[in-house]
Every structure is written in structure tokens, then in C-alpha cells.
């Protein structure tokens, strides 16, 4: 069965600066998708980045981008220039990319918060 | 353009009542998921649409909960007798297909007293 960790309950990182969120993940699959998601206060799950595994290029999306480590089965995001509006708690995924299965499995999330 | 939409947002019953909660998918989406998550943990996979038909079931989705997608077009996912255990945010997502990232709805909140 696929899993994923997220180490890190809560991180912090001051506004303007740049923080990296941790995921590590096991699978014997070779070829399946990885998300982060983001799911602010009260508000719904966001689709942040996505990576395919067979991509060796980390995908990048504006501020947001992820260094895709696929021997070591890590998926770390990067947040530069933090903003106010980045604090949310931030949930990696994984989806295998064949078979019937199509669910994604989540980590148990991190909080991120900004200070001004 | 909308995203996915959920119905009720809030819901709060009675042990033993049942409960039905609607979600509408992004309109040319053909894949619908459900998935329920509790306060500080991640999503957990309930059972999972392609068109109208389940293709997919977690063992989380006891004999009380069912989900239909009648015309592969919104989906149902209904509670019978209601227990506390069962108080939890309901996730509804879709998507277009199976590479692409899975939409969330802003959920469904249970309570159940």
C-alpha cells in the first residue's frame, strides 16, 4: 500500500522569505503523479503543483515549485517570497499513475504560518 | 466557469437520523470522488465515479453510507443511521482524467450530537 509522510506538523517563515514543506512517500509503483495541495482556514483544497514521476524537470508553478527526489521517494515544496496569503495548512498526494486505482492518498498535512 | 459545489455546507443531526449531501462536479468532468477528512488529518478516500458508474469502494464506506451518480452527472452520498463517529468534514472532487489534479468542493461539515 502507498504512503505518505509528512514529518513536520507546523513550520513558520517570515513574510518576503522562502520555506520548504517536506513529503516523503512510499510506493512500489514506478510511474504515478505527486501533488501538494493547499487547504487555507475554513476555506476549500487548492491544487497547488503537480509532478509526474516519469519527469525528471520539477515542475514549478509562479512561487511555488518542488524538488523531486525519486530514489529517495521525496517531494519537497518551495515557497519563495512567502506572502500573507500563503498561510494554509499544505497536504502532499499521490496518485499511482496506472491500474484502476485513482484515488489519492494524502500525507497528514502541515500548517504553514506567515509572520508580517 | 464554476468549480465544484457542495450541498449542504453545514449539516447538523441527530445520532441514528440519515443524512444525504450533493455534490456537482466541474460540468466536463467524467471523474468524481468522495473522501472524508477529520480536524488535523488528511483527506481519506471514500469511493470514486467514473461517469455513472462506483468503481471504487474504501473499506471506510461501511454498509450505512451509499453513493450514487445517476446520469454521470451530480453525485449523492448518503448516511443511515447517523453515529457520532461519523462528524466529519465530506470532501466531493473531480477531475477530467486520471493524470490530471482532482478539483475539491468546499465540503460538507457533519455534526452529529
Known amino acids: 500500500a502507498q504512503t505518505v509522510t509528512q514529518s513536520q506538523p507546523e513550520m513558520s517563515v517570515q513574510e518576503a522569505e522562502t520555506v520548504t514543506l517536506s513529503c516523503t512517500y512510499d510506493?512500489?509503483?514506478?510511474?504515478?503523479?505527486l501533488f501538494w495541495y493547499k487547504q487555507p482556514p475554513s476555506r476549500q483544497m487548492i491544487l497547488v503543483i503537480r509532478?509526474?514521476?516519469?519527469?525528471?524537470q520539477n515542475a514549478t508553478e509562479n512561487r511555488f515549485s518542488v524538488n523531486f527526489q525519486k530514489a529517495a521517494k521525496s517531494f519537497s515544496l518551495k515557497i519563495s517570497d512567502s506572502q500573507l496569503g500563503d498561510a494554509a495548512m499544505y497536504f502532499c498526494a499521490y496518485r499511482p499513475r496506472t491500474g484502476a486505482n485513482s484515488k489519492l492518498t494524502f500525507g497528514k498535512g502541515i500548517t504553514l504560518s506567515v509572520r508580517p | 466557469d464554476t468549480g465544484v459545489s457542495q450541498d449542504p455546507r453545514h449539516k447538523i443531526t441527530k445520532r441514528g437520523q440519515n443524512v444525504t449531501f450533493r455534490c456537482d462536479p466541474i460540468?466536463?468532468?467524467?471523474?468524481l470522488y468522495w473522501y472524508r477528512q477529520t480536524l488535523g488529518q488528511g483527506p481519506e478516500f471514500l469511493t470514486y465515479f467514473q461517469n455513472e458508474a462506483q468503481l471504487e469502494k474504501s473499506r471506510l464506506l461501511s454498509d450505512r453510507f451509499s453513493a450514487e451518480r445517476p446520469k454521470g452527472s451530480f453525485s449523492t452520498l448518503e448516511i443511515q443511521r447517523t453515529e457520532q463517529g461519523d462528524s466529519a468534514m465530506y470532501l466531493c472532487a473531480s477531475s477530467l482524467d486520471k493524470g490530471a489534479g482532482q478539483y475539491f468542493g468546499p465540503g460538507t461539515r457533519l455534526t452529529v450530537t
Open positions: 510506493t512500489s509503483e514506478s510511474d504515478y503523479y
Open positions: 509532478q509526474e514521476a516519469y519527469k525528471q
Open positions: 460540468s466536463e468532468h467524467n471523474r
